[in-house]
């Protein structure tokens, strides 16, 4: 089955700068990369997604990039703020169509630091 | 749309004794996930439905656990006899099969938080 590594697993920054949070994926086969936040005692929510045709996806302060020949895929949050404070998980699937059973990362506690 | 709704919150049971987790998926979702969070081993998918059939229990961890999904607004998780080692965050979530151009997006609900002594 699928195996995703996730790294850091704590990430601390200061207020402005930029986070990177970096996965690899064991299946060839997966196409779909979703990432999640977790805030503190909440439930896991989707902000950024990307499927195996797309490179690059970009939303106002966060991108996610995808390699697909090295089997890797990265979270970018530029000029964080303290509301980015949270655990972020990365998650890999395979499929079409249907909804996706997804693999998650372990995680990234990141921490925005004012 | 209220989301997808969990019941109870919180639940401290004692070693031995059944445990019933509820969830009500988002109105008109065909697919209906339960995962459990813990430190140790992180979010784990345990089965998915597909209009109310069991997709993949492989993630189940024994016998102990058993899941059902009566109707397309209803599922449980039950663990019978529950036991220290099963203390997590259990999570449902649902989604809808993706039409073109649409989402894949998974929307979990709050969470149960069990603590079994």
């Known amino acids: 089955g699928e195996n995703v590594e996730q790294h850091p697993s704590t990430l601390s920054v200061q207020e402005g700068d930029s986070a990177v949070i970096k996965c690899t994926y064991s299946?060839?086969?997966?196409?779909?990369f979703p990432w999640y936040k977790q805030e503190l005692g909440k439930r896991p929510q989707l902000i950024i997604d990307i499927r195996s045709n797309v490179g690059e996806k970009k939303d106002q302060r966060i991108a996610v990039t995808l390699n697909k020949t090295a089997k890797h895929f990265s979270l970018h949050i530029t000029e964080t703020q303290p509301e980015d404070s949270a655990v972020y998980f990365c998650a890999a699937s395979r499929g079409s169509g249907s909804a996706r059973q997804l693999t998650f990362g372990s995680g990234t506690q990141l921490t925005v630091l004012p | 749309d209220a989301g997808v709704i969990q019941s109870p919150r919180h639940e401290v049971t004692e070693m031995g004794q059944e445990v019933t987790l509820r969830c009500k998926p988002i109105s008109g979702h065909d697919y209906l996930f339960w995962y459990r969070q813990t430190m140790m081993r992180g979010l784990e998918l345990l089965i998915y439905f597909n209009n109310n059939v069991p997709i993949d229990d492989s993630g189940m961890p024994e016998d102990r656990f058993s899941a059902k999904m009566p109707n397309a607004s209803f599922s449980t998780l039950k663990i019978q006899p529950s036991e220290p080692r099963d203390s997590a965050v259990y999570f449902c979530?649902?989604?809808?099969?993706?039409?073109?151009?649409?989402?894949?997006?998974?929307?979990f609900g709050p969470g149960t938080r069990l603590t079994v002594l």
């Open positions: 979530a649902s989604s809808k099969t993706r039409g073109a151009g649409g989402s894949n997006e998974q929307f």
């Open positions: 299946d060839s086969a997966s196409n779909y």
